[in-house]
């Protein structure tokens, strides 16, 4: 059930530089997109989040990107920051319904 | 900032015992969820919990496992016989029914949960 996908495992990207991370998705049936941040030992934490009426959301440094048409969305960090060292986890959600569907996570790695 | 705390933030177990996991959602949040991550897995849905019952369970949400909430507070996990594939990160979570929160869980710390 591959729903959700993430398909990078991984990113480093040069402080100051843009981050773009990446989601797939497969259900049409989800009308709102989610991205989490995770440190290790601790739990994910919202960050941005989308609606399926949207293509576009920003909040500071933090903007999101929907592409209904490819079900593509993407988290674009700018700049990026050492803080921003983290993993990154896509999260959909089915109309209708509550829980959120998780892809796989991308760790992102700002380096100084 | 309001969180959802949980307890404990570790616990070993032998295999066949059972387990309760704690949570304490956000005081006005009215839907309650509990995920899992298996090391270098992605997060999974177990269940989610509403006017007191079970509102969505996932294929992983077995006999095994059980949800409650005892009393105006608490959100409970319990595992009955615990099996080595349990062991993982278990995340409670918590949403408000309407607005903006909505849409959005707010997650705890998480439990770690390893069964020898």
């Known amino acids: 059930d591959q729903q959700v996908k993430q398909n990078s495992p991984s990113l480093s990207v040069q402080e100051g530089r843009i981050s773009i991370l990446n989601c797939d998705y497969t259900?049409?049936?989800?009308?709102?997109f989610l991205w989490y941040k995770k440190y290790p030992a601790e739990g994910p934490t919202f960050l941005i989040s989308i609606s399926s009426i949207k293509d576009k959301n920003e909040d500071g440094r933090f903007t999101v990107f929907l592409n209904k048409s490819a079900k593509h969305l993407s988290l674009h960090i700018v700049p990026s920051q050492p803080g921003d060292s983290a993993v990154y986890f896509c999260a959909a959600r089915l109309a209708g319904a509550q829980k959120l569907v998780f892809g796989q996570g991308t760790r992102l790695t700002i380096n100084p | 900032e309001p969180e959802v705390t949980q307890t404990p933030s570790h616990q070993v177990t032998q295999m066949g015992q059972e387990v309760i996991l704690r949570c304490v959602p956000i005081s006005n949040h009215l839907y309650f969820y509990w995920y899992r991550q298996i090391l270098g897995q992605k997060v999974e849905f177990l269940v989610s919990?509403?006017?007191?019952?079970?509102?969505?369970k996932s294929e992983i949400f077995d006999d095994q496992f059980s949800v409650e909430r005892p009393d105006g507070s608490n959100f409970t996990l319990k595992i009955r016989s615990t099996k080595l594939e349990d062991s993982a990160m278990y995340f409670c979570a918590s949403s408000a029914l309407t607005g903006p929160g909505a849409n959005v869980l707010t997650f705890g710390a998480g439990s770690r949960l390893t069964v020898l």
């Open positions: 259900n049409s049936m989800f009308d709102y």
């Open positions: 919990f509403y006017n007191n019952e079970i509102s969505e």
